[in-house]
């Protein structure tokens, strides 16, 4: 195993999950899946025995609870914890949060925002999908009162590929352009601005350009936006 790899354990019941997890992180560069678990025991006795960098869980699955991801974070407080279940209520969220996983996203996400997930995750980053931060905001859940949410870093830290999507937002391509760009799905573009609006603490396009242009990530002479992109 090269010294550079990510290494990845998986946790699920369900054996067909773990396999298509275990497909999707194989097309992300510098992943090694070193054991799967399906249950809470398994993935205890797992990160002790292996101290793998990034675990995918769903602690909502059969066999697992919101106590294992507490235990995982204890062992290892460095581990980074992706949480991908078909749950996405306010009060399972603020649970996950505080528990300490780092990123959430639901079972029925597009593949391109799985693997999103899982590069960010491993690489020390966040990723929350669309869905999960709709329900934050939705239920006025204050993220800045809830421990050990990566959300809340200052100086705002933005993705490689969060960036990317900000500059070409800010010289005025729609979404469908972005993602034609980088060879994205325009749901996976669609939960990009998304996370950078929830980072930035704006709501609107507007904001996102200008903060681009403050920031130095495109010149005023790029500006060209003249409304929402759709």
Request: charge should be negative; aromatic fraction near 4%.
């Amino acid at each position: 195993m090269s010294s550079l790899s990510t290494t990845v354990a998986i946790a699920d019941s369900s054996a067909l999950f773990r396999l298509g997890v275990r497909n999707m992180a194989g097309h992300v560069k510098g992943i090694q899946i070193v054991g799967e678990a399906s249950t809470s025991e398994d993935l205890v006795g797992l990160v002790q025995s292996f101290d793998p960098k990034v675990v995918i869980v769903d602690f909502l699955a059969e066999g697992f609870d919101i106590d294992v991801v507490r235990k995982v974070k204890v062992m290892k407080p460095r581990c980074r914890v992706l949480a991908i279940t078909s749950e996405q209520s306010g009060h399972t969220i603020v649970n996950a949060l505080k528990a300490g996983v780092d990123s959430y996203i639901k079972k029925d996400c597009d593949l391109g925002e799985v693997e999103d997930a899982i590069r960010e995750t491993s690489q020390g980053g966040a990723f929350f999908c669309g869905q999960i931060l709709d329900r934050i905001r939705k239920e006025s859940i204050d993220v800045s009162d809830l421990d050990n949410l990566p959300l809340t870093c200052d100086p705002i830290h933005l993705s490689a590929r969060e960036t990317e999507v900000l500059s070409l937002i800010a010289e005025g391509h729609t979404n469908g352009v972005v993602a034609s760009k980088l060879f994205l799905s325009a749901h996976t573009v669609t939960t990009h601005r998304k996370n950078i609006m929830a980072k930035l603490g704006v709501n609107n396009t507007a904001a996102m350009v200008m903060y681009a242009v403050k920031t130095g990530l495109v010149s005023p002479n790029k500006f060209l936006f003249q409304g929402e992109a759709q």
